[in-house]
């Protein structure tokens, strides 16, 4: 009887837990408590010792597979340790250690998984013990760990969510990141998915609750129920808190208050993806400095109308000019960088829901519509039926040409993924249909908060699935910024689809961002945040305003409200100039001021690949811009026909075309339509026309088609800046201070074809002055350099500074004394260069300035607003190319990837004695990351193939190819950014070189330095082998080529020779080699070429590194 009875719970406990198992895919969804997993461990210990001899470990696996799994998984998450695991087991059950049984059990793990539709982890290979710690989650064991990796990710100022942690963990490059996590958690992250972002989501909301509340350790009613975490977790994480609770260690002085963060969008309306910068707490007039992939933009974040509160000012979106792998931003506010992955080589798919918001890789989909950004030959599939899926629109995003931004509907998918040729991207899940939803209300037309937000007159609803089993769901509210709960409920869900109100009970009139927190099983919770004004209502006077003279047609609305909401106004007025208006609202004890702007016209017109501007003022284009102009568009709510049409000077039509439509009403088509009309009329007007219901038309003017020419020039008298010939209205002018080339342009007014200079402007020396048309509702970008048609105004004196360095080196560009000694102000020195160009003779003064401290120059040059393409002619140029960067002191990580990595490879031999030290385990991480696997091979030694990505026999069939097929082979390496030593990018560089090359051909630099580079090969030769052969290999790669004939053949050879000598004479191996018309001949082809220089100059400093110290790096991973 004892042998049937017990034979009878195993199989009531099989059955049981058989059930569970088939409605997860991962073991820890059960979230059985320890108590459970023991009771089954003693159960399959008893199993064990009565039938293992009788009918051997198969039958006990076979019969009981449910059972056997939760010992085996139950296990992991209890007592993994390193290496100990089937010795701890076999102690647990309290038997001897059975190699056959262990065999059994090893060989059974895959087929039980797939019984009960658990995920297999292929991944993982045949590491099983790893397979079943993924399954248990987190154990406990080796929690402390990730609550201290969690601490410090928020103490750094990051943004506190599970998605963020996983975001930073996991950045291509940074592997060493996850070191101070056990392998079970490194898994768990890497594997675990929505579960494992849920379950680091409520260790995050429980230790922030834990710290305002630390009396929450002693509830007895804290459970998997109150807090949603694995009741294997929460006593372990409760006794970590009470010893150390969040925030109870160091911040970090680099901290960013996490008021608002940088992030990426994609703008829907205006096909661009963008970088949203945050408007600064401090410093606000500063700019900030937005970098991608090291290319510089200044930026000024955008003030709202009507708002003075640093804190509530919306972000400022900035267009992504191309394709880039990172970008970086840098305010005097923010104490060092802030650095956003974009595209990822090994994953080139960007993913937004349907508004913009970037989805994160690390999050479920959800199961709506999504815009895909990825490039124009991958194509999104289904997991499951392999078959593509159906786009429902398709647009090319302004500046990213081969990339295509695709709208899905994922209602019907559960899984997706990218093909591109032969290659798949990583599944991506979506949510699946037993997962919660959040349903708001419409938002109100025109109603914002202060700092951009959508704001809802009307509560969200939260949908809950029917399900065949009934499902647990904890709803709860809060205000946001606050950790206690307004609301909290448990809701179960049934057969029936269930809609309820989050806010059930709390009385009307809620005023204020909130909260929304729908915790249900594992990997199916939901978050969300919306600002509710519960009873307000606005309506317009007219459908739209439209633009009118310097400003928009006025209007009015009226202000209406429920109680106990009320306002401070029932009624705005708009005149011509105001935009938008705040207004008070109040409820109860809550207060929040919103911003009312009513619909209006705006309109733009952007060139190929530029950003997206909307305006109210009229662009004034010549007629050669209309082809140079590729997007002419006009936004107009409501219900409404346009047409656009080009009008001559008497405003007959004389051409009109209907526009495309595209989503939130705007009507856009290209300007090249009109270009052979307007080139006939030579002044013209373009307009849009637009029908409304009422049965009226209204034109408004998009551009005015006028002669090239804004301004014919300009003086200065008694401080005023004076213009002759001007033609335009609406005009503004960027004046640079030629004395001082680091300064930012001062935008001044035009008013009476005259402008008043600032006090520091006047008597600086000479000006360059840019002309342009200025739309006061616009943000204005400032170009980094004045444009060819600006105008030069001639000044005596130089620029005084408060900084008495600068105004030194003011006086020497002046020509009024000599050249600043030391390094206070090598920035500037750099933009000075820039800006002098190699040949001026004044150059050697500030070369001297430079190489004083090479190590800090360089550091400075990372720091300017210099396009990156100018940096190797210039580090040429001024002789540092054959300095040494090695430093004992290192400040922040440079933008500049290519920089970045000249200084981390200087910087390895310092660390390289500690290859376990994090500091050695982040360069080369970086070193990795910025400049692919090839660097590190290259530092260990390990050369590949030297001919690749240079100019060989295939250059001179190529130099038989139509242009234009040339250029196409360049942009399908330029398609997925990738690092500078991959094979594209290197090929990419070898085109920019090759479209160069009978430019190079003609100069005379490329004659002498052929004939001055000679003795440079057997120099090397004498002090390389190792080197020698690398450049040997490009010359090989000529066998055939008549370089006489074809004399630019030579140039990727030459180019890796100078390379070379320049990192050997920084390392003291070559005594000085190249003489100054070397160097400039050098420099002149790193004008033409730079790409191709630098990547050069990588490879032969990493060729100079391993040569002189060969176990500077070990084996690449």
Known sequence: MAESFLVQQARDVEFARAEELRRVSLFVELNLDADEIARSTDLYAQMIRRYHR???????????????????????????????????????????????????????????????????????GHQYVQVMAVHAGIPVHCLDDLVDVIDQHIAAGREATGAAVFEWLTAPGMAYRLNPLDVPVRNFLRFGGEVAVDIVDRIIEFAEYFAEHPEAANDLDLDT????????????????????????????????????????????????????????????????????????????????WGSAEERTQPPTPVPVPRPVRQIVLEHESVAGMIRIPLVDKDDPLLLFDGSGRALSRHLALPRDVVIAVCPHDAALIDVHSDVPLDAVDEVSPIGWPDWRARTYDLSETTG????????????????????????????????????????????????????????????????????????????????EATELDPFDGVPVGLLGLFDVVVSGPLGSDLRHSVFLAEGLAVRYDGE???????????????????????????????????????????????????????PHVELRVDGVGGVAQWRTAAATLSVDQLAEHATVAVRVPGEVEVDVALLDRTGRIRQAEVPKVLPDNVFQLSTRTFLDTARA???????????????????????????????????????????????????????????????????????????????????????????????????????????????????????????????????????????????????EVWAALAALGADQPICAALYEVLTCDPRSALEALSYTTIPPARFPALLIGSGLAEREFASLIRTVVPADPWIGCL????????????????????????????????????????????????????????????????????????????????????????????????????????????????????????????????????????????????????????????????????????????????????????????????????????????????DLIGEPT
């Open 544 to 598: 739209f305003r439209l633009p009118e003279g310097d400003g928009l047609a006025p209007t009015s609305c009226v202000i209406a409200c429920r109680s106990p909401l009320a306002t401070d106004t029932a009624r705005l007025e708009f005149a011509a100039t105001v935009r938008d208006a705040e207004i008070r609202v109040r409820s109860g004890e809550h207060s929040e001021r919103l911003l009312v702007r009513p």
């Open 416 to 495: 997706i993924r990218w093909r591109r040729r032969q290659h798949l991207g990583p599944v991506r899940q979506v949510r699946a249909s037993a997962a919660a939803r959040f349903e708001p209300a419409a938002p109100l037309e025109g109603v914002t908060t202060r700092n951009g937000l959508s704001v809802y007159p009307e509560r969200p609803a939260v949908a809950l699935p029917p399900t065949s089993a009934p499902s647990l769901w904890r709803v709860r509210t809060r205000r946001a910024g606050t950790v206690d709960w307004l609301t909290e409920q448990d809701w179960e869900s049934s057969a």
């Open 903 to 1110: 200084l981390d490879i200087a910087d390895l031999p310092m660390i390289a004695s500690d290859p376990s030290s994090a500091a050695y385990r982040e360069v080369v991480g970086r070193l990795r990351e910025a400049g692919g696997e090839r660097l590190p091979q290259l530092l260990a030694g390990k050369i590949g193939d030297p001919r690749e990505g240079i100019f060989d026999i295939s250059a001179v069939r190529l130099h038989r190819f139509d242009p234009h097929r040339v250029q196409e082979l360049k942009a399908a390496c330029d398609i997925v950014p990738a690092a500078l030593l991959d094979t594209d990018t290197r090929a990419s560089a070898m085109f920019e070189a090759f479209e160069q090359r009978l430019v190079w051909q003609d100069d005379v630099a490329r004659s002498r330095l052929t004939t001055g580079s000679h003795p440079l090969l057997a120099a090397v030769r004498r002090v390389s082998r190792f080197a020698y052969d690398q450049i040997v290999a490009r010359n090989e790669a000529l066998d055939g080529v008549d370089t006489s004939e074809l004399p630019w053949m030579l140039m990727s050879m030459q180019s890796l020779l100078l390379a070379v000598v320049a990192r050997f004479a920084a390392r003291r191996r070559l005594a000085a080699p190249l003489t100054p018309a070397l160097r400039a001949d050098w420099a002149r082809l790193a004008q033409l070429c730079p790409a191709m220089v630098c990547t050069d100059l990588l490879i032969a400093d990493a060729l100079a590194a391993y040569d002189l110290e060969p």
């Open 54 to 124: 009788a009918r051997g470990p198969e039958w006990i696996v076979t019969k009981f597979p449910a059972l056997t799994l939760t010992t085996l998984i139950g296990h992991a998450g209890l007592y993994y340790d390193r290496n100990r695991y089937w010795d701890s087991f076999w102690e647990e059950l309290g038997l001897p250690r059975d190699p056959d049984f262990e065999s059994v059990l090893r060989d059974a793990l895959r087929e039980l998984l797939a019984k009960f539709r658990l995920r297999e982890f292929p991944e993982l």
């Open 225 to 304: 129920a109150t807090t949603g975490l694995p009741n294997l977790l929460l006593d372990a994480l409760i006794d970590r808190l009470q010893e150390r609770p969040l925030g109870s260690g160091p911040r970090e002085p680099s901290a960013v208050a996490r008021t608002r963060q940088p992030g990426v969008a994609y703008s829907p309306l205006d096909q661009q993806i963008v970088v949203e910068v945050p408007y600064p707490g401090t410093a606000p007039d500063s700019p900030w400095r937005v970098r991608f992939d090291g290319a510089p933009h200044t930026v000024y974040a955008e003030r709202a």
């Open 681 to 827: 009329l030579g002044v013209a007007v373009l307009v849009a026309r637009i029908d409304t219901a009422d049965g009226r038309t209204h034109r408004v003017t998009l551009a005015r088609i006028r002669p090239p020419v804004l301004c014919t020039g300009a003086r200065v008298e008694g401080g005023i800046l004076v213009f002759d010939g001007v033609s335009g209205a609406d005009l503004a002018a960027l004046v640079w201070a030629d004395t001082a080339p680091w300064r930012e342009p001062e935008q001044l007014t035009l008013v009476d074809a005259r402008a008043s200079l600032p006090q520091d402007m006047i008597a600086a020396g000479p000006l360059t002055v840019q002309v342009f048309v200025d739309d006061p509702w616009s943000v204005t970008i400032v170009p980094e350099r004045p444009g060819d048609d600006a105008l030069h105004v001639e000044q005596d004196g130089w620029f005084s500074d408060p900084d008495s360095t600068r105004t030194a080196l003011s006086r020497f560009l002046a020509g009024y004394g000599p050249a600043p000694a030391g390094g206070d102000a090598l920035p």
